[in-house]
């Protein structure tokens, strides 16, 4: 069974940055990977996805060009460094496999199979 484990969360000052990770183990994958987050008191959003073929991405407006989703498939692990990070970013941050795609990105969180348990990001003004 694939367990995905995320790490790098933190708590960092607004115009900072931090790097996320999401290591999957159990198995090897070349599937669609996505970063979903949740902030208190709102919807799990998503922020950003990467095909595990052809490493086509995805982003929400909300984090264009401050976040870059990349994945390092021989170390099956998923990465989004976040920079310029502002205090709307603070959330519980999640990686998510979709099991279905490999080549196509997709921004619904119920196309996506496996959840991470999620790491803290928490940026302060």
């Known amino acids: 069974q694939v367990q995905l484990v995320e790490s790098g969360g933190g708590l960092v000052q607004a115009g900072g940055s931090l790097r996320l990770s999401c290591a999957a183990s159990g198995g090897t994958f070349r599937n669609t990977m996505g970063w979903f987050r949740q902030a208190p008191g709102k919807e799990r959003e998503f922020v950003a996805a990467?095909?595990?073929?052809?490493?086509?991405?995805d982003y929400a407006d909300s984090v264009k060009g401050r976040f870059t989703i990349s994945r390092d498939n021989a170390k099956n692990t998923l990465y989004l460094q976040m920079n310029s990070l502002k205090p709307e970013d603070t959330a519980v941050y999640y990686c998510?496999?979709?099991?279905?795609?490999?080549?196509?990105?997709?921004?619904?969180?119920?196309?996506?199979?496996?959840w991470g348990q999620g790491t803290q990001v928490t940026v302060s003004s």
């Open positions: 998510a496999v979709d099991w279905s795609r490999f080549s196509m990105v997709v921004a619904r969180e119920d196309e996506y199979d496996d």
């Open positions: 990467i095909t595990g073929i052809g490493g086509n991405t």
